[in-house]
């Protein structure tokens, strides 16, 4: 888990860096709603699961990947900042 957070901080941080300062808040917002969403998915009674959050972690790395590529390359489509999953 800790290599994926470290992952993801990173990636997250490149892709903020891609972007003007609405859509910074755009995707801040996706992506606090998105670690409620993987907690709430990935827990039970205060128990972590971190096979699933490595899991969703991994795959929110690939939209985030995908959102600083598209807008370095072509512009960023503002429905896809605010994606949550």
Do not use: H
Request: proline share 1%; aromatic share 4%; charged share 35%.
């Amino acid at each position: 888990m800790v290599q994926s957070d470290q992952e993801i901080n990173e990636q997250y941080k490149k892709t903020m860096s891609a972007l003007n300062p609405d859509q910074k808040k755009k995707v801040k917002a996706a992506q606090i709603q998105w670690i409620k969403n993987r907690d709430s998915a990935c827990s039970n009674d205060g128990l972590l699961y971190l096979d699933c959050a490595n899991e969703k972690t991994e795959a929110r790395i690939v939209i985030l990947k995908a959102v600083e590529r598209e807008c370095r390359a072509a512009g960023c489509d503002d429905a896809k900042l605010s994606q949550v999953e």
